[in-house]
């Protein structure tokens, strides 16, 4: 098996302790950042690949805040 095969086998095993403690580290450093910034590289290369990602010159990757909860929508008339 490849790196990228295993990659895909430890984010399908989220509940494993590996997992879980990067989760909750990468959770902490991106509340730091701001709502809009730049990635170094993406957070899972395997599905970037998959995608059509290649680390060359010319992609770029970028993070952004999404608010938490459902959709808000409008009053109307209030």
Known sequence: MGAYKYIQELWR???SDVMRFLLRVRCWQYRQLSA???APRPT???K???LGYKAKQGYVIYRIRVRRGGRKR???GL
Request: charged share 45%; hydrophobic share 20%.
């Open 74 to 76: 409008p009053t109307v």
């Open 44 to 46: 899972r290369p395997d």
């Open 36 to 38: 809009l910034h730049r």
């Open 48 to 50: 970037a690949r998959r």
């Open 13 to 15: 095993k989220k509940q």
